[in-house]
């Protein structure tokens, strides 16, 4: 993990030619539940939404979903 305060960079890696990883075992050392942006930055979108009301959620509170479509 490289950074501090606000700012936080995550680097993956596993030994899958072992099938041993400690990825999984530095994850839960390093995370803290609801470790939100102070001012209500971020909003937790809980493991109960499904894809589509995600998808139509984000799209609502960015102000994308009542833009014209791309012709692509």
């Given amino acids: 993990m490289v950074g501090a305060g606000h700012t936080r960079l995550i680097v993956l890696r596993g030994n ?32 109960d939404s499904g894809l589509a009301a995600t998808v139509d959620r984000i799209l609502r509170e960015t102000g994308l979903a009542d833009l014209p479509p791309l012709d692509c």
Avoid: F, N
């Avoid at 041993?20 to 539940?33: H, I, N």
């Avoid at 939100?36 to 809980?46: M, Q």
């Fill in 16 to 47: 899958s030619a072992s099938g041993k990883s400690s990825v999984a075992a530095g994850l839960r050392e390093w995370y803290r539940s609801l470790d939100l942006l102070p001012g209500g930055a971020e909003t937790v979108i809980g493991a």
